[in-house]
């Protein structure tokens, strides 16, 4: 998942880094001015000063900011960790708050071991290149760790395709196939559809007039509906995104499963109140 930085933003970096050396710099420009202290006076307002003023502090700004322009970076990394740290907060709380839905939902799809110590979130869509190239991890820790449960929650956020893909997966649950579809829709060459999904399923060994029944239930357009006023809440709008326990990973980064299991060895370590 990449992040793209805008002029605005970059700006809001130049006027931040301009106030904070305001700050410091002008008690030192005052103070080379050789003006008698005011006994207890306190901090002259920035209207106080003179045009003249205000014209040398701005000059002095400039050429420190121009000399020393790794300073926009320091802003920048520090605003980047304290807006991650917010926003870690608001996550923590809202899982707690949604713990049920996430984590002890009858209708969401599980896969590994039901009664697992630790679960695993996968929040995904079958057109997502990043949920494709992660899905061989997700595979291999189901198969590496036999305490784990997986649940997955289906986000089809690309197109409608993903959508058709998203209903038939849901109705292959409702006959106990859902990983013998997942595991291979996930890893469809092509373009995820009903067409391809429908399929899958047939060689899966669904029962096909069954399933093209459900594809249509109410069951099913609720189970998506849910999950996706569930992602908004949480301010999930990227796929694919995992949570361990209250921990989260967004997108399917190259260290995926080392991620994953070194969270799941945090969890079973600290515990997790709400999971």
Known sequence: MTSHRSPRLAAAFASAA??????????????AQDKPAQPAAAAAPASSFSAEQKSEIQRIIKDYLIANPEVFLEIQAALETKMEQ???EKLKSALAAHADQLYRDPDAPVAGNPKGDVTVVEFF???CGYCKRGFSDVAQLIKDDAKVKVVFRELPIL???SEEAAQVALAARMQG????FHSVMIQHKGQADMASALKIAEKAGLDMNRLKADVKSEAV??????????????????????LVGDRSIPGAPQDLLGQLKSDIAEVRKSGCISC
Not at 18 to 31: D, E, N, T
Not at 221 to 242: S, Y
């Open 125 to 127: 869509d079958y057109n």
């Open 18 to 31: 301009l106030a904070v050396f305001a700050v410091a710099a002008v008690p030192g420009y005052l103070k």
């Open 86 to 88: 917010v926003q870690a």
């Open 221 to 242: 357009t609720n189970e998506i509906k849910k999950v996706r006023e569930l992602a908004q809440t949480l301010g999930i709008n990227g796929t694919p995104h995992f």
């Open 159 to 161: 197109s409608k395709g």
């Open 177 to 180: 196939k859902y990983w013998e």
